[in-house]
């Protein structure tokens, strides 16, 4: 029987009602509208994408956004400056920095520079120490993303074999400590794979959840999975047949039991969580 295709951005519209329903109760209780500052430097193409779609994602739900847009030739210390401005000023609440930014400009010197209560990506070295420990500020969106997708789906994760293929900051790295830390959507047994890992097809045979995140179009084909295991493919890569993603999806969806789709998969969901997390940020400044 072919997979059951897991419906990423029908669960991300669900998720989006419930927050704007939680704006609405937030707002009349603190006479406070949570918002975002998104800062884009530059002017590429894909990023002005990005951040329209997120501003527009803040629409739908009622958090404000007000946008910062500096030129390409922006220096550091400019860009520190705004940073600055914008982690003292009390009516914002959540900070994104647009990625990647021009190359006169340090990015992890960027992102460390952003208010940990404020880092709604939760790329600040504070906040990744908080949730090694399970004491979460808050949780990355991508990682967070794939995580209420299997709670939400009721796929249980407890005592699973979880393989995750790649281990970027982002992504990878993130959800393999996620997921086999204590509570929902955790307690798994966890294996990361990256490109020195030997005879990965036979690691990735061992999940009962495959987690896949590389950025390889098509790499995970059939015999790299178990019959009957979920397979939730983050990659999103361009080609000209366009967006696939990390698993050879026709291929894959007749050995697996769940299945997420590119696009329409976990990239709505990655975008979802921004917006928690800023709604976070705001309860959490209340609650100082
Ligand atoms: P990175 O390029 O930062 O990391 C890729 C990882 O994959 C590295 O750890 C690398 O290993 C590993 N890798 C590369 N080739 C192989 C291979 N042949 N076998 C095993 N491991 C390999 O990628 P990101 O994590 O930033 O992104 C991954 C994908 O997810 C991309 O397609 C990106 O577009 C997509 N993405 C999607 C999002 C969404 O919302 N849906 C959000 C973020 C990313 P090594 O460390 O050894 O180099």
Redesign the pocket.
């Known amino acids: 029987m072919p997979a059951n295709i897991l419906d990423g951005k029908a669960l991300a519209k669900t998720i989006r009602e419930e927050l704007a329903v939680e704006v609405v109760e937030f707002i009349q209780q603190h006479e406070v509208v949570p918002s975002l500052a998104a800062v884009l430097v530059g002017e590429d193409p894909a990023s002005e994408v990005y951040v329209r779609m997120k501003r527009r994602d803040c629409e739908q739900v009622g958090i404000h956004s007000v946008m910062h847009r500096l030129p390409e030739t922006t220096t550091q210390d400019e860009l520190l400056k705004l940073i600055g401005e914008l982690n003292t000023n009390a009516s914002i609440h959540g900070i994104l920095v647009q990625l990647p930014l021009p190359g006169q400009i340090n990015e992890q010197a960027i992102l460390d520079a952003v208010s940990p209560d404020k880092d709604v990506d939760s790329f600040h070295p504070t906040n990744v120490g908080l949730m090694v420990q399970g004491r979460p500020r808050f949780l990355p969106c ?1 990682p967070s ?1 794939v995580q209420q997708l299997l709670i939400r789906e009721g796929i249980e994760t407890s005592g699973k074999n979880v393989v995750v ?4 900051e ?3 790295k993130p959800l393999s400590v996620m997921m086999g830390l204590r509570g929902p959507g955790g307690d798994a047994t966890v294996t990361i ?5 030997k005879d ?1 097809p036979a690691v990735t045979r061992e999940a009962d959840i495959l987690i896949v ?4 179009a098509n ?1 995970v084909t059939a015999d790299m999975v178990k019959p009957g295991a979920v397979v939730i493919d ?4 361009r080609t000209d047949d366009g967006l696939v993603g ?1 698993v050879d999806f026709d291929a894959v969806k007749e050995i697996a039991s769940q299945l997420t789709p590119v696009p329409g998969g ?2 709505p969901l ?1 975008r979802v969580m921004l917006l928690v997390n800023t709604l976070t940020a705001a309860r959490q400044a209340q609650a100082k």
């Open positions: 991508t993303g293929v790649g281990r970027s982002i992504v990878g794979c990256h490109s020195r890992t990965l995140a590389i950025g390889k790499f983050v990659g999103v890569n990390d976990v990239g990655t």
